[in-house]
């Protein structure tokens, strides 16, 4: 995976609760077996009209809206437990997504795959929409080592948790095996101790 560094950047709003994972990528694009592509499909059925052309009325469709962060409403990634919800954002070029409230399995599931899910409070997530809202290209700071978010133009920051060896690798860009490999040297010497 990637190393996450601090990330500034603009931010695409769905302000919307209780988007399940069919919504993020519905069931029909699952047959894939590696994680390319998916992104193509995030959020399909709201993205695209039943002749494949664009919904101009979709957030993701709208030229003004950019950035490697998705703010959305709470409960964010409910529903089945898939994957392929974190690959889609993911792969479509999201490396945050900030919301008041995510399903806990749609959480690890992003966080194993490099996708880092930001909970601010419900009062600093609407402070974000806002922001958004009055400058479509507000600017937003991540910074994973201090574990805090940033509105830039009015430096109002917020922190927020995440579980220490998912930041850790996350930090390092690894996931579960690559951070058993870093740990090797330290493996064998525990072994030849014992």
Not at 49 to 74: C, P, R, W
Not at 98 to 127: C, E, H, M, T, Y
Request: charged content about 25%; some cysteine; aromatic content about 12%.
């Amino acid at each position: 995976m990637e190393k996450f560094t601090t990330i500034q950047t603009s931010a695409v709003p769905l302000n919307m609760e209780d988007v399940d994972t069919d919504q993020i990528i519905p069931a029909r694009f699952l047959k894939a077996t590696t994680r390319d592509g998916f992104g193509d499909n995030l959020f399909r059925d709201w993205r695209f009209n039943a002749d494949h052309s664009l919904k101009e009325d979709f957030v993701l469709n709208n030229k003004n809206y950019t950035g490697k962060i998705l703010v959305v409403g709470k409960n964010f990634g409910c529903g089945s437990s898939r994957e392929h919800a974190a690959w889609a954002i993911h792969d479509y070029g999201f490396k945050v997504v900030v919301s008041s409230f995510f399903a806990d399995i749609f959480r690890n599931n992003a966080l194993n795959n490099g996708l880092l899910p930001v909970v601010v409070s419900p009062a600093f997530l609407q402070k974000i929409f806002t922001a958004i809202e009055n400058n479509n290209a507000a600017v937003f700071k991540i910074d994973l080592e201090n574990q805090e978010i940033e509105i830039v133009a009015t430096q109002e920051k917020a922190s927020f948790d995440i579980n220490p060896y998912k930041k850790t690798c996350l930090l390092n860009g690894y996931d579960d095996i690559d951070y058993l490999l870093s740990m090797k040297d330290k493996i064998q010497a525990f072994e030849i101790q014992h």
